[in-house]
């Protein structure tokens, strides 16, 4: 299926995340333990020698130069160059009936790593991260024996040079494989497959397809659907193409398409939640009589007779879901409102009194605001009309004075409200977004 939402991650992105990578690679490779080494080799006119090295220490391993980059339909390649080692440890040594002991320093340099990453997606739609391969070379290693016997120490420095080579070279990689299991995996898990927006609804952003390499960027497809979190139902419209505008100057971009918010649309409309009721309790002290009866001038004179002095109800309610546009100017809908009025008898019971249908056109400002994405409605042109009244006929003047008041002192304020707490937006832990550009595109 098509996303709804897409995030892009450029090569300046990845070049961020990866120095905080290769700064976890060599804590990691500084903690390699490494085994006691024994072995026998012979010395031609000395004979047989047997060695034994011990408690060996890695003080540090320093990877200074590495980078990463993307490969198209495969992942991505790390690849560590010029890095070295220093280990510390201790000897001992047999030949014959001479005996030695001591301790040395091991000094590996030109390290050369090149590890493959593969990405993909689980069944829940996180995004998964294994070594597809993984290779070391080193080219130079130099041990220095602290002892007497300095010209034995020379015959078979060598062999223990090799040794130590073949030794590293194997246990570097198995490092690295532990570490993206035991580090990177964990911590792409953290990305959201579903977050709460309110008490009302949630937000999918399960991932429909694994990530895809480019030359320029990693695209990541989520599903980008919001749903009512009382009961799910299927959206019954689906997600068009999307696909980002070819920019790659920064970290990292969002694209969110109509389909991520006309879901939410759906889902606030299938949750109830697109009905408000307005009573005089909610009217500011200078509009205190919008909801009372005799407000309303130049209506029916049988309002007045059959609802003396009483109170009105107001209550907005959507016929179907708003559905949104975006374009280059920005993003725009033209809802449809029906409005119910009633008068509140003493007994507290409602009395009808008129129908109305309101159409208004609205555009929306987005922003992001700490993770979220916010927004704000501005109201234009109405267009109202009576549907059906229990009272007599009406004014349209009279009703539109009435519901501008109303949506601009009173619907607009609290739909605002609403919208500046926000939409989460898919983020790793410990992710924050700065610098932060908004642009409307078709």
Known sequence: TNPGFVVRITQAGLDYAHQHGIAILE???AHLKLPDISGDFRIRHVGKVHYELSRLDLRSFHLPY???????NVGL???????????HGNWRV????IRDHGSFDLKVENVYIKINLKLGSDASGKPTIDTSYCSTRISKVRVRFSGKLGWLYKLFDSAIESRFRKILESEVCEIIVRSVHRELQPYLQTLPVTAKIDAMAGVDYSLVAPP???????????????????KRSAVPFPPLALSLPPDHDRMVYFGASSYFFNTAGFAYHAAGALVFEITDSMVSPRNGDLCRCPY??????????????????????ASSAPFLNIGPGGLSLTPVVDIQ???????????PLFLLSLVRNVSAIINIKSG?????LNVGRMKLSLKHSDVGTFQVRTLQSIMNIFASSILLPRLNARLDQGFPLPLLDRVQLSNILVQFHQ
């Open 77 to 87: 390649q790390v690849a560590i160059s010029n890095a070295f080692a220093d280990v």
């Open 212 to 230: 895809t390499a480019t030359a320029q960027s990693l695209d990541v497809e989520l599903k980008g659907e919001c749903f009512s979190l009382a």
């Open 66 to 72: 590495s980078r990463i980059s993307l490969v198209p």
């Open 341 to 351: 009025a009633y008068a509140i008898l003493p007994n507290s019971s409602l009395a």
């Open 296 to 317: 309303l001038v130049h209506a029916p004179p049988q309002l007045e007779e059959m609802y003396p002095d009483m109170l009105m109800k107001l209550r907005l309610s």
């Open 94 to 97: 047999k030949i014959h009936f």
């Open 27 to 29: 804590k990691e490779l």
């Open 372 to 376: 979220h994405i916010v927004g704000s």
